[in-house]
């Protein structure tokens, strides 16, 4: 019962963001996979008090779900540091790659896995080298400007023209729940604009902005759309808080380039 109930949650997913053979890509929800209690059920992070032997079940579903050889994340920090994965890739789902928040690779068959919840997971993916990116980014990176920051990586390791990229924006907290009272502190003048009503912000539209001025363009950006915080489906640190201490799972987001088998697979 479990399984069956597991691969239908599963389906709720939102995947192949691109519509491409070669890459493949989702964002995950919390349901389909094995926690208990405030970590039901697909909780991906080591880092929030879940048991370690249920995570790494998690994470093997989400890697055997998109058919990868290994899942690559990060002990994210909220900075605007930018990994890119050009080695060897681990198989070792255990293993992060600590204080960096941006994930980018060449390499066929490695997941860049996020681990977010409000938070956004913000995918790249350029059809012509190719390559992908995988970004957290919560107001904190917004600030930073990691997307800016990961766009240029990609040029400078991979010859990326960010005119060719696409991306996507996950399931996160949206203009209904961006409550910043101390934005005068907190967020630069410019993100003043994206002032909806007082103290409430568009972060959906402020990633538009930033993805535009690295370079894509406007028909290539897709958002999700979903606010975490309204969705019972994702898990949200907002909502925790409001009926809790804030402790709660950390929702998925994963693209990978295909391996030339896989991508044949898919064909006919
Ligand atoms: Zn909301």
Not at 221 to 232: E, K
Not at 241 to 267: F, P, Q, Y
Request: charged share 25%.
């Amino acid at each position: 019962m479990e399984e069956r109930d597991g691969r239908r949650e599963m389906d709720k997913q939102i995947d192949d963001l691109f519509h491409d053979p070669r890459c493949t890509s989702a964002f995950f929800d919390r349901h389909g996979g094995e926690g208990r209690s405030v970590f039901a059920t697909k909780n991906v992070s080591f880092g929030v008090g879940d048991e370690a032997a249920v995570v790494r079940k998690n994470r093997e579903l989400v890697r055997r779900a998109l058919g990868l050889d290994a899942l690559v994340s990060a002990r994210q920090v909220h900075g605007d540091r930018v990994y890119c994965s050009s080695g060897e890739v681990s198989g070792n789902l255990s293993g992060e790659i600590d204080g960096v928040d941006a994930l980018i690779t060449d390499r066929p068959g490695a997941g860049l896995m996020i681990q977010q919840a409000d938070c956004q997971a913000v995918l790249l993916f350029d059809p012509v080298r190719p390559a992908i990116a995988a970004i957290h980014c919560g107001w904190r990176g917004s600030v930073a400007g990691i997307i800016g920051k990961t766009i240029a990586r990609m040029g400078e390791c991979f010859g990326t023209d960010p005119a060719d990229l696409q991306a996507a924006v996950s399931p996160s907290l949206g203009p209904c729940c961006a409550e910043f009272i101390h934005y005068k502190e907190e967020l630069p003048t410019a993100f003043h604009a994206f002032q909806v009503r007082d103290s409430y912000f568009d972060f959906w539209a402020i990633t538009r902005r930033q993805l535009e001025e690295g370079g894509l363009s406007r028909d290539a950006i897709t958002v999700a759309g979903i606010c975490t915080a309204c969705s019972p489906d994702y898990f949200s640190y907002r909502r925790a808080c409001r009926t809790r201490d804030g402790i709660t799972g950390r929702n998925c987001s994963v693209i990978a380039l295909r391996t030339t088998d896989a991508a044949e697979n898919t064909k006919g």
